[in-house]
């Protein structure tokens, strides 16, 4: 695991909050959306043969959290 300077990195985020509020960039937005609900999430995983743990397997985990 790499060294982090935490300090360092509150700073840069708080400089980032005060180039934003005075209009000098803009932030990335994105949009999340809900999970499916625990049953969609076992069904999906059952009929896929459980196959959502397994690296090769050929549905992305969108699939599996109601993104597909």
Same mark, same amino acid.
């Given at each position: 695991?790499a %060294?982090?300077? #935490?300090g360092?990195? +509150?700073? !840069?985020? #708080?400089q !980032?909050?005060?180039a934003?509020?005075?209009?000098k +960039? %803009?932030?990335?937005?994105r !949009?999340?959306? %809900?999970?499916s609900?625990p049953?969609?999430i076992r069904r999906?995983?059952?009929? %896929?043969?459980?196959k959502?743990s397994?690296p090769?397997?050929?549905?992305?985990?969108?699939?599996f959290l109601?993104g !597909?």
């Amino acid at each position: 695991m790499a %060294d982090r300077d #935490i300090g360092l990195e +509150i700073l !840069e985020g #708080i400089q !980032e909050i005060k180039a934003y509020k005075s209009g000098k +960039i %803009d932030l990335k937005i994105r !949009e999340l959306k %809900d999970p499916s609900p625990p049953q969609v999430i076992r069904r999906r995983l059952e009929q %896929d043969g459980g196959k959502a743990s397994n690296p090769q397997s050929s549905k992305p985990l969108s699939y599996f959290l109601g993104g !597909e």
